[in-house]
């Protein structure tokens, strides 16, 4: 019966938190997506999607964009329709980002932080990023394939200590696989 698994379709990954106290900077984390080809897996990615742009073909979108946590549920919500990705694109690296203006920012100081990924009804993942404090950035999960097979989901937060243009960089690196 294995041939007959899909695999992935259509998923949902979304991330929350609360404002920040009155008189101190608002908090803006920012979910962030990158492609990577079959041939360089682990390479620099194909593309990114985040706040300022969306995947060329429409399949990767980013559906709600907080910039303060303010709102009910879910403040930044993004798709991935994973099913109508190309088949030349063999990976992708979801991570969130905590813009660094005008302090710098861990998930320490992330006011009740929450992530959900799921396809349709069915919950793959939850966290509240105890595990990466110290980190400015994370990954979130890991989507994979190999050739046109079905889609693979990978859970786990991997931290990351620096700038979010060098986490976008480096947020698919070999290391993680």
């Known amino acids: 019966m294995d041939g007959l698994n899909k695999g992935l379709r259509k998923i949902e990954v979304a991330v929350r938190w609360d404002p920040s106290p009155a008189g101190q900077p608002s908090t803006d984390l920012d979910l962030v997506a990158a492609t990577y080809l079959a041939d360089d897996p682990h390479g620099d990615p194909a593309y990114l999607v985040h706040f300022d742009s969306r995947s060329p073909d429409g399949t990767i979108t980013l559906n709600r964009d907080s ?65 990466v404090l110290g980190a400015t950035a994370t990954t979130v999960a890991e989507f994979a394939r190999e050739g046109s097979g079905p889609w693979a989901f990978r859970a786990g937060l991997r931290g990351f200590e620096g700038d979010p243009v060098d986490f976008t960089r480096t947020m698919g690196a070999a290391g993680r696989s």
């Open 67 to 131: 910039k303060d946590g303010q709102g009910f549920g879910y403040d930044e919500v993004m798709t991935l329709e994973l099913d109508r990705l190309d088949e030349r694109y063999a990976r992708v690296v979801v991570g969130v980002v905590i813009q660094q203006h005008p302090a710098e920012r861990t998930f320490v100081s992330v006011r009740n932080p929450g992530l959900r990924i799921r396809e349709g009804y069915t919950v793959l993942a939850e966290d509240d990023f105890g595990g």
